[in-house]
């Protein structure tokens, strides 16, 4: 299968409001429409997670960035610019969430996202249109799937479809940074 069909059929099952599991700019990660909240509810059943604890979502641009965030502060920008190609992952949390699955932003109003520059899940991202959830490839409370051979069975049952791009790889891979920038400028860094 060519990554073309791989992105065509991740997309089309997101669009009828199903759950995929892919390679990310991290580690794999299980994904849906991150403004479907039905799809958001599915994800945290998968992982069997306390809704509670939001998830975060990927974007491919600035420009889609700035639709699920109401004030992006001029640190984000500062700090995104600083984020070069080669640059370790990070997500940024953000302050006034919108046009997003309300069981997706955090109950202070935040959501975790971040502009990924990996081929695949760009790629994925720009032909959906829209965000999408990025939360790792495991059951909550068990190690994230640094490839897809480290992914439990019982996942892959779970989704609705399996994306086949980098399923052979076997380099590590290491979930993203997390820095909560708050509305005021205040920098947080939640993981390095």
């Not at 945290?44 to 699920?68: F, G, T």
């Not at 069981?103 to 935040?110: P, V």
């Not at 909550?140 to 479809?161: H, T």
Request: aromatic fraction near 6%.
């Amino acid at each position: 299968m060519t990554r073309e069909e791989d992105i065509r059929k991740a997309v089309e099952t997101m669009r009828q409001g199903g759950v995929i599991l892919y390679p990310t700019d991290t580690v794999w990660g299980i994904g849906c429409d991150a403004t479907n909240a039905e799809a958001v509810k599915r994800v945290y059943e998968i992982k069997q997670r306390d809704d509670s604890k939001a998830l975060i979502c990927l974007v491919d641009s600035d420009a889609r960035l700035q639709r699920y965030v109401r004030n992006v502060p001029d640190v984000a920008w500062q700090l995104i610019d600083s984020l070069k190609e080669g640059a370790k992952p990070t997500t940024l949390i953000l302050d006034g969430a919108v046009n997003l699955a309300p069981n997706l932003i955090a109950e202070d109003g935040s959501i975790g996202i971040r502009i990924t520059q990996e081929p695949f899940s760009r790629e994925l991202c720009y032909r959906f249109q829209k965000a999408i959830v990025s939360t790792s490839a495991n059951i909550s409370g068990e190690p994230a799937a640094q490839n897809y051979r480290d992914i439990d069975p019982l996942l892959i049952e779970k989704v609705d479809y399996v994306c086949w791009s980098r399923r052979q790889e076997h380099q590590p891979h290491a979930p993203s940074s997390i820095i909560r920038l708050g509305s005021g400028g205040e920098v947080t860094i939640i993981r390095k």
